[in-house]
């Protein structure tokens, strides 16, 4: 699913807004102008929105040149985009919207990601077979994990927001961390067969 969606990437909810904070020339505390958020489809029943960038940490919010660079419709902050992580040294901020019953790929990234539940409830699984459920506010810390996502509703749709940081890859089990997606029906598989 490659399409594009604004506002919210599941029917039933609401739209999610993003505002940005900067400063007038007088030094005063605005809010900038902000594209709508594009939601960019995932396999699985949903979409994942960029609800901000940057490139480097610590940020550099110079002359808003971060602002500038995220709103534009091109460049490797660009709110348009749909990496999890970003290319460059820096973080990103995202929205996850999941259908009812969606199930998302088993991935990992070379990243720590801080992912809350914002609306309904959502299973984090990870490649143990280790399950749990999360709630409004309850929270998960993924370190270079194997893990997937899923809506175990089938009527309500359910949203989390996540921070992603680029990590060093580092070794696991004799083997350096890389970036994995499995679909979801090829893991189950896999899985099966063990």
């Not at 990992?108 to 409004?136: A, M, N, Q, W």
């Not at 949203?159 to 970036?179: M, N, S, W, Y």
Request: with cysteine; hydrophobic share 35%; net charge negative.
């Amino acid at each position: 699913m490659s399409e594009q969606m604004k506002g919210a990437a599941v029917e039933g909810l609401p739209p999610c807004k993003r505002y940005i904070a900067t400063h007038d020339s007088n030094g005063i505390s605005v809010y900038a102008d902000s594209p709508e958020q594009v939601f960019n489809g995932i396999p699985g029943g949903g979409g994942v929105a960029r609800s901000y960038s940057v490139s480097s940490v610590p940020a550099n919010l110079t002359n808003d040149e971060d602002v500038k660079a995220y709103r534009a419709e091109e460049g490797a902050t660009s709110y348009t985009r749909r990496e999890i992580v970003n290319p460059e040294p820096g973080a990103n901020l995202l929205v996850i919207d999941l259908a009812p019953g969606a199930i998302s790929a088993m991935h990992r990234t070379v990243s720590i990601d801080f992912s809350i539940c914002v609306i309904g409830t959502i299973d984090h699984e990870v490649d143990s077979g280790d399950k749990v459920r999360l709630y409004p506010g309850d929270h998960i810390v993924q370190r270079g994990t194997n893990h997937r996502w899923s809506n175990p509703s089938k009527t309500e749709p359910a949203r989390f927001v996540a921070t992603t940081l680029p990590c060093i890859p580092f070794d696991i089990a004799g083997k350096q961390l890389e970036e994995l997606h499995i679909p979801s029906e090829e893991w189950d598989k896999s899985v099966s067969k063990m």
